[in-house]
C-alpha cells in the first residue's frame, strides 16, 4: 500500500485498508510494545486466578492472618517468595495486592476519562463563556497540589465510605484535569471542519455532534491518554499507599506491601519482603508506559514504523 | 513586558482566594479545631468545648471566620500546633530550612546533569553514549520515584555505605564548623538525586532534541561556511536558542518539587515540611496540616506564576495571548 501511495500513479485495485487496520498492524509490527502487551495480559491473568492460583503456591494462602511461627521466612520450597514480617506468603500476597493495584488503576483512570472528555469536548464545542468557565475550573483543579490534597481529602473522608473507594474517587476527581485540557484543544481544532458546520446546519442537536462526529475523531488521543494515565495512577495508589494514605492497610496491594519498606531492618536485611512489589511495579509502569508509546506511534498517521 | 507580568499576577489572585476557601473548608470538616489549635483535644467537658468555641468565634458566621483566619495566615499566624504545643510559624521555620536545602541541591544537580548530558547527547545523537543516556532518561521518567529512592537507599546507603539513609545531619557534630556543612551535603545528596531524577530525564531528552533540531537550521549552516569552529557553533549559536526553553522549566519545578518532597522526604527520612506533614496527619496534629497544605497550595501557584512569567519573557508572542 505504501508503495502504492509514494508512486501514485499506479492504480489502486484493492480497498485501501482503513485507519484502525493500518495503526493495528503498526502496532502488531513493533516488538516493544507487543512484549510489553502480553506482559501486562499475564500480570492481568495472573492476578485475577488469584483465587485459584494461592492454594497451589503456598501453604498458607490466607492473605490476612497472622502467622507467629512463620515470621520473615526468606524465599525457598514451600514460600516461593517468603514469607513477610507477619508470617503471610508474599507472592500470595503479590497476586492479590495486583488486584487492588490494577482495580485502583483502571477505576480511576475510567472517572478521569469520562469527567475529562465531558469537560474538554463542551468547553471546545461550546467556546465562549462556557469554554473560559469551564477552563477556569480545570485550572483550578490542576492547581492543588495532588498528593496533599488527596492525603487531606483521605483523611477526612475516612470511616465515611469504604477506604478504597474514597482512594479511587479522590485520584479520579483531582486528576482529570489534563485530559480536559487535550480534549479541548483538539475539540476546537476538530470543528472547524466543514463536515461539522454541515451537521450543525442541518439541526443536529450538540450532544450528538460531539458524540457521533468529533469524539470519534480525537479516540485516538483519549486512548493514547488513558494508556498513561493508567500507568501514572497506579502509581499514585502505590505510593499513597506506600506513604500509608492509600489503600486502607488490612487490604493488600503493591503499595501497602512496598510500605513494608519504611522499616529499616526489612529494607536492609529482608529485600526479599519488599523488592518483589517493588520489581512487579516498576515492570507494570514500564510495560504501559511501552505500550502508550506504541499506540500513539501507531495511531499517528505521520509515524513510518 | 510589565503589562503582561502585571495581568498574570493580578490572575493570580482569584485563584489563590479559591484554593484559600477550599483549604478553610477542609479545615473546617477535620475534626476538632483545626483552624486555630487552641481547644484541647483531650478535654471533652462540652462546657469547656462550648466557651472555647464561643471565645474562638466558631459560633459566628462562616464568612467572618474566613476573613479572621485569612488575615490571622496573611499576618504569619498560622494557629497552633496540638502535638508540639508551639505556633505552627515556628514548626514550620524550623524545618523550611532544610526542605529548601534539599530543593535547591536537586535543582542543582538536575540542571548540571542535564546540560552535560543533553550536550554530549545532542552533539553526538545516535552513538553508543547518547543511547546509553536515553536509556537512563526512559528509566528515569517511568521508574516511580519512590520505587527508585528505596532501591537507592538499599544499594547506596545499605549495601555501598556511600551515603547516610537518614537524618539531615549527624547529630553528633557542632553547628556552623565546616565538618557540619559537609554532613549536610553528604546527607542530602541522595534524596536529592531521586528527587531531580524525572525533571534530569526530562530535561536532557529536551535538550538533545533542542539541539539536533537546532543544527539543522540555517544560521547554522552561515556560521560553518564562515568558517567557524564546531565547537563554538554548539557552545555559543545553538545553546542560548537551546537554553531559553529549558529555562522556563523552573517554574514547574517549584511547582514539582512540593509533591516530590513529601515523598522523598519520607524515604529517606529527612527531616523537613514533607516529613512534618506526614507525621501532622498520623498525630492527628490538623492545624500544622491545614497551614502546610495552604502554603504548599500557595508555593505551586507562585510557581506556575513564575513559569508563565519566565514564558513571558522568552516568547513575546505569549505576552499577547
Excluded at chain 1, 508503495?3 to 503498526?26: D, F, H, L, Q, Y
Excluded at chain 1, 486512548?223 to 506513604?243: M, P
Excluded at chain 2, 470538616?29 to 466557651?51: H, K, V
Excluded at chain 2, 526553553?245 to 518539587?257: E, K, Q, S, Y
Aim: charged content about 15%; cysteine-free.
Amino acid at each position: 500500500m505504501t508503495t502504492n501511495a509514494a508512486t501514485g500513479a499506479v492504480k489502486r485495485t484493492e480497498k485501501s485498508a482503513s485507519p484502525w487496520a493500518i495503526a493495528r498492524r503498526k502496532f502488531l509490527r513493533n516488538k516493544l510494545a507487543m512484549a510489553s502487551t502480553v506482559f501486562l495480559i499475564l500480570v492481568i491473568i495472573l492476578t485475577l486466578m488469584a483465587p485459584f492460583l494461592a492454594p497451589h503456591l503456598s501453604p498458607i494462602p490466607d492473605i490476612t492472618k497472622v502467622n507467629i511461627s512463620k515470621m520473615s521466612i526468606p524465599p525457598n520450597g514451600d514460600h516461593l517468595l517468603g514469607t513477610d514480617k507477619s508470617g503471610r506468603d508474599v507472592m500470595t500476597r503479590l497476586l492479590y495486592g495486583g488486584r487492588i493495584s490494577l482495580l485502583v488503576g483502571a477505576s480511576a483512570t475510567a472517572i478521569v476519562v469520562v469527567l475529562g472528555t465531558i469537560v474538554g469536548s463542551v468547553a471546545g464545542f461550546f467556546g465562549g463563556a462556557v469554554d473560559s468557565l469551564l477552563m477556569r475550573f480545570t485550572d483550578f483543579v490542576l492547581n492543588f497540589p495532588f498528593l496533599v490534597f488527596v492525603i487531606v481529602l483521605n483523611t477526612i473522608l475516612f470511616g465515611i465510605v469504604d477506604g478504597l473507594w474514597v482512594l479511587i474517587l479522590v485520584i479520579g476527581l483531582l486528576s482529570w484535569g489534563g485530559v480536559a485540557r487535550i480534549v479541548r484543544s483538539k475539540v476546537l481544532a476538530e470543528k472547524e471542519n466543514e463536515y461539522v458546520l454541515a451537521a450543525i446546519s442541518i439541526g443536529t442537536p450538540p450532544a450528538k455532534v460531539i458524540i457521533k462526529h468529533l469524539l470519534p475523531n480525537v479516540l485516538s488521543t483519549i486512548i493514547v491518554q488513558s494508556t498513561l494515565l493508567f500507568a501514572s495512577l497506579i502509581v499514585a495508589e502505590t505510593g499513597l499507599s506506600y506513604l500509608g494514605f492509600g489503600v486502607p492497610q488490612e487490604t493488600p496491594s503493591w503499595g501497602n506491601m512496598l510500605a513494608f519498606a519504611n522499616e529499616p531492618d526489612v529494607l536492609q536485611g529482608k529485600p526479599w519482603i519488599w523488592m518483589p512489589p517493588a520489581l512487579i511495579i516498576t515492570a507494570t509502569i514500564l510495560s504501559i508506559n511501552f505500550i502508550g508509546e506504541g499506540l500513539k506511534d501507531a495511531l499517528n498517521p505521520k509515524s513510518q514504523r | 513586558m510589565l503589562k503582561y507580568t502585571l495581568r498574570r499576577v493580578l490572575g493570580m489572585i482569584p485563584m489563590l482566594f479559591l484554593v484559600s476557601v477550599v483549604v478553610f473548608f477542609l479545615a473546617k470538616a477535620m475534626p476538632g479545631d483545626s483552624l486555630s489549635g487552641e481547644i484541647d483535644p483531650t478535654n471533652t467537658n462540652p462546657e469547656y468545648q462550648e466557651e472555647m468555641r464561643e471565645k474562638l468565634g466558631y459560633n459566628d458566621p462562616v464568612y467572618m471566620q474566613y476573613y479572621r483566619w485569612v488575615t490571622d495566615f496573611m499576618s504569619g499566624d498560622f494557629g497552633k500546633s496540638t502535638r508540639y504545643k508551639m505556633p505552627v510559624a515556628d514548626l514550620i521555620g524550623e524545618k523550611l530550612p532544610n526542605t529548601i536545602f534539599l530543593a535547591l541541591t536537586s535543582l542543582l544537580i538536575t540542571y548540571v546533569l542535564a546540560f552535560a548530558m543533553g550536550m554530549y547527547s545532542g552533539r553526538k545523537p545516535y552513538t553508543l553514549g547518547d543511547n546509553l543516556i536515553a536509556g537512563f532518561n526512559y528509566a528515569g521518567i517511568a521508574i516511580p520515584s519512590f520505587v527508585a529512592g528505596v532501591f537507592a537507599v538499599y544499594f547506596f546507603a545499605f549495601k555501598l555505605n556511600w551515603f547516610p539513609f537518614a537524618g539531615s545531619v549527624d547529630i553528633e557534630i557542632d553547628k556552623g564548623t565546616i565538618d557540619y556543612w559537609i554532613s549536610r551535603i553528604h546527607h542530602v545528596m541522595l534524596p536529592a538525586f531521586v528527587l531531580g531524577m524525572f525533571s534530569t530525564a526530562s530535561y536532557t531528552q529536551f535538550l538533545r532534541n533542542d539541539l539536533i533540531e537546532n543544527s539543522r537550521k540555517d544560521f547554522v549552516r552561515t556560521a560553518l561556511a564562515k568558517g567557524t569552529p564546531m565547537g563554538k557553533i554548539y557552545n555559543v549559536h545553538i545553546l542560548r536558542n537551546s537554553i531559553i526553553p529549558l529555562v522556563t522549566f523552573l517554574g514547574f519545578d517549584i511547582a514539582a518539587l512540593v509533591g516530590g518532597a513529601i515523598i522523598t522526604e519520607k524515604i529517606f527520612t529527612y527531616p523537613g515540611i514533607g516529613l512534618l506533614f506526614l507525621d501532622s496527619v498520623n498525630n492527628r496534629d490538623y492545624p500544622t496540616v491545614m497551614a502546610i497544605t495552604m502554603m504548599l497550595s500557595a508555593m505551586v501557584l507562585i510557581g506556575n506564576l513564575i513559569a508563565d512569567i519566565l514564558y513571558g519573557i522568552v516568547d513575546p508572542r505569549i505576552r499577547l495571548g
